[in-house]
């Protein structure tokens, strides 16, 4: 081994250590994972080093599952609530129709 793929070998290994999330920074990218992940983005591509931290940390795993119900559920109510407003924009342009059709029907002449 020479001098040079020496130290590159050294600053390899070291290079990865510093690479390796610890838990304080995990959970400030840990919200944008999961925001990704729910929104089904690419979040294990985007964040390589969040997937290895879950592995490597049960504490963190945790963290992780319990923000992601949370997300989960967060992101199933705002798809209700959208698709709630959407039926009510329907009924009312029913509604509106209905109103606006039954002066036409008692006036026209039978
Ligand atoms: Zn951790």
Not at 25 to 40: E, M, N, R, S
Not at 87 to 110: G, H, I, N
Request: hydrophobic content about 40%; charged content about 25%; aromatic content about 8%.
């Amino acid at each position: 081994m020479t001098i040079k793929s020496f130290c590159n070998w050294i600053r390899s290994i070291y290079g990865t250590v510093e690479d390796e999330l610890d838990c304080e920074a995990f959970t400030q990218v840990i919200p944008h994972y999961v925001d990704l992940k729910v929104a089904g983005g690419q979040a294990e591509a985007s964040f390589p080093k969040i997937k290895q931290h879950l592995v490597q940390c049960s504490e963190c795993c945790d963290l992780y599952h319990a923000l992601y119900d949370i997300a989960l559920i967060e992101s199933q109510e705002e798809r209700l609530q959208a698709v709630r407003s959407d039926e009510a924009q329907v009924e009312s342009a029913e509604l509106e129709r209905a109103v606006m059709a039954s002066p036409r029907v008692t006036l026209e002449p039978s």
